[in-house]
C-alpha cells in the first residue's frame, strides 16, 4: 500500500512493472476495486492505493516533489 506526496491528480510516473491498482470503493463488497488500467490511471491527492507487481524483481518508483 502507497500514498503519494502530491496535491494534484496524475499518473506520476507508474512504473511499467505495476499490473494493477487497487482504490477504496464504497459501492463494491469489500470496499475494494482492482483496475488493470495503469497507464491511464490517476492518482488523488489524500487517498491510498494498493500497488500490485506481478514480476520477480521489486518495482523502483521515484516520485520528486
Known amino acids: 500500500m ?7 491528480a496524475g499518473n506520476h510516473g507508474l512504473p511499467s512493472e505495476v499490473t494493477k491498482i487497487g482504490y477504496f470503493d464504497a459501492a463494491e463488497e469489500y470496499n475494494l476495486v482492482y483496475t488493470e488500467d495503469v497507464d491511464v490511471f490517476e492518482f488523488q491527492p489524500g487517498q491510498g492505493y494498493w500497488v500490485y507487481n506481478e514480476a520477480s524483481h521489486s518495482v523502483i518508483w521515484t516520485v520528486g516533489y
Not at 502507497?2 to 494534484?8: A, N, R, W
Open 2 to 8: 502507497v500514498g503519494l506526496p502530491s496535491e494534484s
